[in-house]
Every structure is written in C-alpha cells, then in structure tokens.
T-cell receptor
Framework: LAKTTQPISMDSYEGQEVNITCSHNNIATNDYITWYQQFPSQGPRFIIQGYKTKVTNEVASLFIPADRKSSTLSLPRVSLSDTAVYYC??????????????FGQGTILTVHP | GAVVSQHPSWVICKSGTSVKIECRSLDFQATTMFWYRQFPKQSLMLMATSNEGSKATYEQGVEKDKFLINHASLTLSTLTVTSAHPEDSSFYICSKTGGFDEQFFGPGTRLTVL
C-alpha cells in the first residue's frame, strides 16, 4: 500500500476554505485516493474518493494532479462542526484486500469561531 | 442512516474478564468485515479480517487467541477480548466495504479495563 504523508494539524476559521494536501509519491497505477473524516469517539466517515483530475460531491472537492503523487482535499466554507481528523488513504479498490486499510497519522483540523 | 452498528458503545470491565463486542451490517449482507483498534490520540490500526463461515485472518502482532473473532452470520461479526487487561483498553471499530468501494465504519466501542 502506498504510504501517505499529511500535515499533522491545521487551523482555520469559520467560513474559510480549507485545503489539506496529502503526499503519496509511490502510488500505484490501480490505486484510488480516498479521504475519511473522524470525530472524537466515532468511527471514520467516508468523504470523497477519486482517481485523477477533480472530483466534487456535496461536502468536498478532491484535486489530483496528473502525476497523482499528491492530492488535495478542499472543504468549502468550513464551520465549527468540521473540526475533526482527516485521513488520506491510497489503495486498489479492486483488490480483495482493499478493506484492509492502512491509516496514516491524519490531519487534525481545528476550526475557530 | 447508519449501515454498521456496534454494541455496546462502551464497556468497563475488571481485569481478567472477557468482553464481547458485536458488529452488525444493517443494510445488506457482509461476508467480510474488518476490526480496527485505536488508542488515544493515535490512528486506527487494522487488527483482523472477519470472514463469514471461515476463520478470521489476523494482522501481524495481533494475538488470535486473545482477540477471538466469530462471523457466524452474513450480518454479524463479534470480537471477544479474552482475559482483558488494562493495556487492552482502547476504541474498537469495525467496518465493511460498501457498494461503491467506500468503507463504512461502525460507531466504535470504548473498552476500559480496570
């Protein structure tokens, strides 16, 4: 599984856009990039997944450059409730072992009033 | 709504006792489920893969005789922490793979061993 590197923590203010970048230099051809959000004492929650270029859903956007060695999770207009840990994971979704996820340290996002 | 439930949400037990944690798939059957452990201020760590109708597969360093996994039905996997000790105190989370390859995680079970 490709190793990922994220900032340990980030701070933002309500209403701002937050971009969290993840580095995955040894991503494989079949690997997808997936981001999860985790609140204290809760299980992680799927946010978004992509393979290349840009993916957008109702909560976030995911930007992936052509070389796919990094990705950026973009959270538009964050609120206090977006304070959480965000994990970037890379893996082959078609693999039978895909569910065996390797979590990195994650990024602690703190949103201030 | 939630697609994976866990019971109990928290449990406190005395050292030496065994504790069973249930993980249920609520929306559709799950032949494979996964168990993770998370210590305070640390990331999730995969413990084992639970396979319906067959033995679980454990990650390196996880004692299979201590963490018993039973996946007796297509919607239920159980993790039993046998002879629990304070160092087993942790947040235990199960998951399954969804239809679009996302992982659905349960709400977690906080185990505290006194």
């Amino acid at each position: 599984l490709a190793k990922t590197t994220q900032p340990i923590s980030m701070d933002s203010y309500e209403g701002q856009e937050v971009n969290i970048t993840c580095s995955h230099n040894n991503i494989a051809t079949n690997d997808y990039i997936t981001w999860y959000q985790q609140f204290p004492s809760q299980g992680p929650r799927f946010i978004i997944q992509g393979y290349k270029t840009k993916v957008t859903n109702e909560v976030a956007s995911l930007f992936i450059p052509a070389d796919r060695k990094s990705s950026t999770l973009s959270l538009p207009r964050v609120s206090l409730s977006d304070t959480a840990v965000y994990y970037c994971l890379v893996g082959d979704v078609g693999s039978t072992s895909y569910g065996k996820l390797t979590f990195g340290q994650g990024t602690i996002l703190t949103v201030h009033p | 709504g939630a697609v994976v439930s866990q019971h109990p949400s928290w449990v406190i037990c005395k050292s030496g006792t065994s504790v069973k944690i249930e993980c249920r798939s609520l929306d559709f059957q799950a032949t494979t489920m996964f168990w993770y452990r998370q210590f305070p201020k640390q990331s999730l760590m995969l413990m084992a893969t639970s396979n319906e109708g067959s033995k679980a597969t454990y990650e390196q360093g996880v004692e299979k005789d201590k963490f018993l996994i039973n996946h007796a039905s297509l919607t239920l996997s159980t993790l039993t922490v046998t002879s629990a000790h304070p160092e087993d105190s942790s947040f235990y989370i199960c998951s399954k793979t969804g239809g679009f390859d996302e992982q659905f995680f349960g709400p977690g079970t906080r185990l505290t061993v006194l």
